[in-house]
């Protein structure tokens, strides 16, 4: 059982408020989107979430089956996918997901050949990433991220880059392997991206 609680939470840059003054608590398995224009602070919030940032006033807890989790170990419960996540692009498909699955394992006892079947990339396992698409590396980071064996799911903006085919794609990974998840999405006001939501935070709701 997961849990996340924010409390008068704000972030800070320079003389600028990104958030002040936010209360949120996060069940087992909810589905949250956080909303916001570009630049509102929605993936600053995420990745607060996420253990990467730290608040500018507020507290940040975490916990997994009513224990504390310190939260330089809370990167064992999440994965997290982002368009501006880079991938070691020298790698190819095969490389990245041994790498990968070495530190974070994916759900089910999915074998590597599996997981490169679900991606629907066709044949591109012996392609190196960086001569991918900026589609098929999204199809690549959702997939690592939403097949891993972790209780979390934190995605940004998950559609980006990604055309009609894989918007269905996304629709079916989530539905298949993430129901039982606590799923968090930033979105700039997409509902496909947000469809499974039931609740969403607007982040200017929260601006000082």
Not at 112 to 133: D, R
Not at 199 to 204: A, L, N, P, R
Request: proline share 3%; glycine share 6%; net charge neutral.
């Amino acid at each position: 059982m997961i849990q996340i609680q924010l409390q008068s939470a704000g972030k800070q840059f320079q003389k600028q408020w990104v958030f002040r003054n936010l209360e949120l608590h996060i069940q087992d398995a909810e589905k949250i989107a956080i909303i916001g224009l570009n630049g509102s602070g929605k993936s600053t919030l995420l990745q607060i979430i996420s253990g990467f940032q730290s608040l500018s006033e507020g507290t940040i807890q975490f916990s997994f089956d009513g224990k504390t989790v310190p939260i330089d170990q809370w990167y064992h419960q999440i994965a997290y996918a982002a368009p501006y996540i880079d991938l070691p692009e020298e790698y190819n498909i095969k490389e990245l997901l041994s790498f990968y699955s070495s530190f974070k394992p994916f759900q089910n006892k999915l074998g590597i050949p599996e997981v490169i079947e679900i991606m629907q990339l066709g044949n591109s396992n012996n392609k190196a990433i960086k001569h991918f698409s900026s589609g098929m590396k999204q199809r690549l980071k959702l997939s690592m991220a939403i097949l891993s064996n972790t209780p979390v799911l934190l995605l940004d903006e998950p559609l980006s880059n990604l055309d009609k085919n894989g918007h269905l794609w996304y629709h079916t990974l989530i539905e298949e392997y993430a129901k039982q998840k606590t799923i968090i999405v930033c979105s700039n006001h997409i509902e496909e991206e947000i469809i499974f939501c039931t609740s969403k935070i607007d982040i200017h709701n929260f601006k000082s």
